[in-house]
């Protein structure tokens, strides 16, 4: 497990991610595997997504990127639509932690691993987050073990930091709003930053740090 405490252990873990995903897409070529990269936080995974984009076009593998939308509901005929439009040498699906009912979109994944098999022949990068992962063994299990699973993570350093810029946005959003005005969180921040929150005070957690999200609350005013 990666020390989260050491910025230069989470970096060098991070790059040899990405090399180990890159090579798994080279040598996938012409052929179905699916590859869960596990990451929690946007900035991150949209860092590592055009460095991976970057690597594999020396290879001249271009990765194709599809991406849900909030109101999908199914993934196998879109993305093989896609596929065939593109000619795709490797594909990347981005967004599933944005669509509001996951259930059908990892049910339909399931049912049709077998159809991805023969009519998806290019590797294929799923973009997940814990919250997803739980949500695909649940219902997508079988299709899950087909998978090879990358974690891309964030020290602790960066994490406490990121907190701390929410906290001062917050309170200068709130400020400049003037009294009796009422700012929701999905005016200061973006959408997914509650689920960034937990993911960040959860990894906090386990590196020794007892901030806990009830204590967050209490000390900045997170208005709902």
């Known amino acids: 497990m990666t020390n989260l405490n050491s910025p230069q252990e989470v970096d060098a873990q991070n790059n040899e991610s990405l090399l180990s995903l890159a ?7 012409g052929k179905f595997q699916v590859m869960l990269a596990h990451c929690n936080y946007g900035n991150l995974r949209k860092s590592i997504k055009q460095e991976l984009q970057k690597i594999c076009s020396i290879k001249s593998i271009k990765i194709d990127e599809f991406s849900l939308q909030e109101s999908s509901k199914n993934i196998y005929t879109p993305i093989v639509n896609y596929y065939q439009t593109k000619s795709s040498k490797a594909l990347m ?5 944005s669509v509001s009912d996951l259930e059908p ?9 077998e159809s991805f098999q023969k009519n998806l022949p290019c590797p294929m990068v799923l973009w997940v987050n814990d919250q997803i992962q739980v949500q695909m063994r649940k219902l997508a299990l079988d299709f899950k073990t087909w998978a090879t699973i990358t974690k891309f993570e964030v020290d602790a350093n960066t994490l406490i930091e990121a907190i701390k810029t929410q906290e001062k946005q917050l309170f200068s959003c709130t400020l400049n709003a003037g009294s009796g005005k009422f700012v929701t969180n999905n005016l200061i921040f973006d959408k997914d930053y509650q689920l960034e929150l937990e993911s960040a005070l959860r990894d906090l957690k386990n590196c020794g740090y007892e901030l806990t999200e009830q204590k967050h609350r209490a000390r900045y005013r997170d208005w709902e």
């Open 23 to 29: 090579w798994e897409i080279e040598n996938s070529q």
């Open 93 to 97: 699906v981005v967004g599933l932690e």
């Open 105 to 113: 979109i990892l049910k339909d994944f399931n049912s049709n691993r």
